[in-house]
């Protein structure tokens, strides 16, 4: 079961995504401040994160760039979502992949499941 490591601070948006992933056979972690995306991924090791762009205290970009700048952590995935298209930003700081909101469930899942299917 691939474990997904979700950073968003909108709690009913992060309830659905949880739900959604879960229902998909996949492990959530969740955490909602950019400052806690670096030790969640450091402590859980997830197969894939997806992290929203704009979180409580800030953007989750500087978050990204630690990542990918890390040996440990920059093989794994990130796939970021925002409401205003953020695409070559995410992509210049590290990120796998894009998606803009509002997107569909199954659009969402399929973008994961490309993403993580290559590690498995």
């Excluded at 760039?65 to 440990?72: E, F, P, S």
């Amino acid at each position: 079961m691939p474990r997904i490591l979700v950073a968003d601070d909108d709690k009913v948006m992060l309830g659905l995504l949880k739900t959604l992933m879960e229902m998909e056979g996949n492990e959530v972690v969740a955490v909602t401040r950019p400052e806690d995306i670096v030790p969640a991924a450091q402590a859980q090791k997830p197969a894939l994160i997806l992290m929203d762009y704009h979180l409580a205290g800030g953007d989750s970009i500087s978050a990204l760039r630690v990542l990918k700048g890390d040996a440990a952590l920059k093989d794994i995935p990130v796939l970021v979502t925002s409401g205003m298209d953020r695409a070559l930003e995410c992509q210049k700081a590290g990120a796998e992949g894009f998606i803009l909101k509002p997107f569909r469930p199954n659009e969402l899942l399929d973008r994961i499941s490309a993403m993580i299917t290559p590690i498995q």
